[in-house]
C-alpha cells in the first residue's frame, strides 16, 4: 500500500510487517505527520522487502523483527548484510531492554515497541536515522574523491603536489567538521565539546612528543569523537534531569556506533579505533569493552583524558560546570588507576606549567 501524500520529494519508507492492523496504524501515523511527507510501501516477509530494496529508492525501512520468514535479531542481522546503504528503524512487539541495546548496536537506528509508539517520536526517529545515512555517505563519498584527487597529483611536480595535499587535507578537514557540526547541533549542551577535546588531545600529544603523525590522527579523532551519539535520540542528549539505566546504556553505546559509522572509511590514521576506545579505562572498568592497559591505544588513552577533562570542566544539562581544578584533580587521583601516567602528567604540565586554556566556546 502507498500512502497519498504527494509524488515528489517524499520521504520513500519501506514497512515490513506481517500484520495488517500494524501496517495500518503506522500509515496512519504517518499519514498525519506535519513536519515531513512519507510515501510508503508495505510487504509481510523478509525476502519480499530484500527484493524491493534491490530495485532501489527506498530510504528508510521499518522493521518488524518477527516475520513469516525470519525471527528475532536475524531479522535485523540479514537486512543490514544484504541492504547496508538503507537506515533501518526496528519496529517490534519485543518490548526487551537488551534486544533493543543488540538492535542499536547492529544497524538499527531506533527501536520501538508496538503499542508504544508516539507519532512526533516515530518521524522524528525516520528523520534522524536518514541524517544519519546521509552522513555517512558524504564522509565517504568526501574521502572517495579526495583519494581519486591525490592519486592524481602524485603525477604533477613536486610543489605542485605539496599545494594539492593541502587542498585535500582542507576537504578533509571540512567533512570532519561538518561531522562535528552535525552532532554538536543534536546536542546543543554540548556544543564546542569536540573542537575543545580536539585541541586539548593535540596539545597532550604535543607535550608527550608523540610523532607528527599520531598528534594529527588524535586532532581528527578528537574532532569527531562523539559522533555515534548521533544514533541517540536528541531528547536523552539533552534531559537535564538524572538518566535511566536504560538511557545510560543506550549512550554508552555511541563508541561502537561511532566505530561503525568510521570503520570503512582509510583514513590515514587509525580514527575509528580511537573512537572506540575513548571510553576504555586502564583499569579495565571502561567501556564498550572493557580493556585495559596496553590493549588500549595510546592515542585513545590521550583522548580519554581530554575528554573527562573538558567534560568536568564544562556544563551539562544534568550538572553546572565543575571546573578545571575539579578536573585535574580527577585526573590526579586516578593517575595509573584509570588514566594513562604519561597522559595525565602531560595533560597537568600544560595546566599548571604552560598555562595552557580551553578554547572558547
Same mark, same amino acid.
Given at each position: 500500500m502507498k500512502s497519498q501524500m504527494g509524488r515528489s520529494k517524499n520521504i520513500q519508507v519501506l514497512l515490513i510487517e506481517d500484520n495488517p492492523l500494524d501496517a495500518r496504524v503506522v500509515q496512519e501515523m504517518l499519514a498525519k505527520a506535519k513536519s515531513a511527507s512519507f510515501d510508503l510501501e508495505c510487504v509481510d516477509r523478509l525476502? /519480499?522487502?530484500?527484493?524491493? +530494496?534491490?530495485?532501489?529508492? =527506498?530510504? +528508510?525501512?521499518l522493521l518488524d523483527l518477527f516475520l513469516p520468514d525470519s525471527q528475532g535479531l536475524d531479522t535485523l542481522s540479514?537486512?543490514?548484510?544484504?541492504?547496508?546503504?538503507? *537506515?533501518?528503524?526496528?519496529? /517490534?512487539s519485543l518490548a526487551d531492554e537488551m534486544t533493543a541495546i543488540k538492535a542499536v548496536r547492529e544497524g538499527a537506528q531506533d527501536y520501538f515497541v508496538k503499542g508504544q509508539v508516539e507519532r512526533y517520536r516515530l518521524v522524528k526517529s525516520i528523520l534522524y536515522a536518514i541524517?544519519? @545515512?546521509q552522513v555517512e555517505q558524504k564522509l565517504q563519498e568526501a574521502y572517495d574523491e579526495a583519494t581519486k584527487?591525490?592519486?592524481?597529483?602524485?603525477?604533477?611536480?613536486?610543489?605542485?603536489?605539496?599545494?594539492? =595535499?593541502?587542498? +585535500?587535507r582542507t576537504t578533509m578537514e571540512g567533512s570532519i567538521n561538518a561531522i562535528a557540526l552535525t552532532v554538536e547541533t543534536r546536542d546543543p549542551y554540548t556544543a564546542g565539546h569536540q573542537r575543545r577535546v580536539a585541541d586539548l588531545a593535540r596539545s597532550i600529544a604535543t607535550e608527550m612528543n608523540l610523532s607528527h603523525q599520531a598528534i594529527e590522527g588524535i586532532r581528527i579523532s578528537g574532532a569527531i569523537h562523539d559522533v555515534g551519539k548521533i544514533s541517540i535520540p536528541a531528547e536523552i542528549l539533552s534531559k537535564p534531569g538524572q538518566l535511566s539505566e536504560n538511557e545510560i546504556r543506550m549512550i554508552r553505546t555511541h563508541p561502537q556506533v561511532g566505530y561503525d559509522i568510521l570503520k570503512t572509511i582509510d583514513f590515514p590514521w587509525p580514527v575509528a579505533e580511537m573512537v572506540l576506545q575513548h571510553h576504555e579505562r586502564i583499569d579495565g572498568s571502561g567501556y564498550p569493552a572493557?580493556? *585495559?592497559?596496553?590493549? =588500549? @591505544?595510546?592515542?585513545a588513552k590521550v583522548l580519554a583524558v581530554a575528554d573527562i577533562v573538558e567534560a568536568m570542566a564544562s556544563h551539562r544539562?544534568?550538572?553546572?560546570?565543575l571546573g578545571i581544578n575539579k578536573a585535574l584533580e580527577e585526573i590526579s587521583k586516578n593517575r595509573d588507576v584509570l588514566y594513562d601516567a604519561g597522559v595525565v602528567d602531560a595533560? +597537568?604540565?600544560l595546566f599548571t606549567k604552560k598555562e595552557y586554556m580551553l578554547p572558547a566556546i
Open positions: 525476502s /519480499t522487502g530484500l527484493k524491493r +530494496l534491490a530495485k532501489g529508492g =527506498i530510504d +528508510l525501512v540479514k537486512l543490514c548484510a544484504q541492504a547496508p546503504q538503507v *537506515s533501518v528503524v526496528v519496529m /517490534t541524517e544519519r @545515512k584527487y591525490e592519486i592524481a597529483e602524485r603525477m604533477r611536480a613536486e610543489q605542485k603536489h605539496k599545494q594539492r =595535499i593541502e587542498n +585535500l572493557g580493556l *585495559s592497559g596496553k590493549d =588500549i @591505544k595510546k592515542e544539562p544534568y550538572r553546572p560546570a595533560c +597537568l604540565k
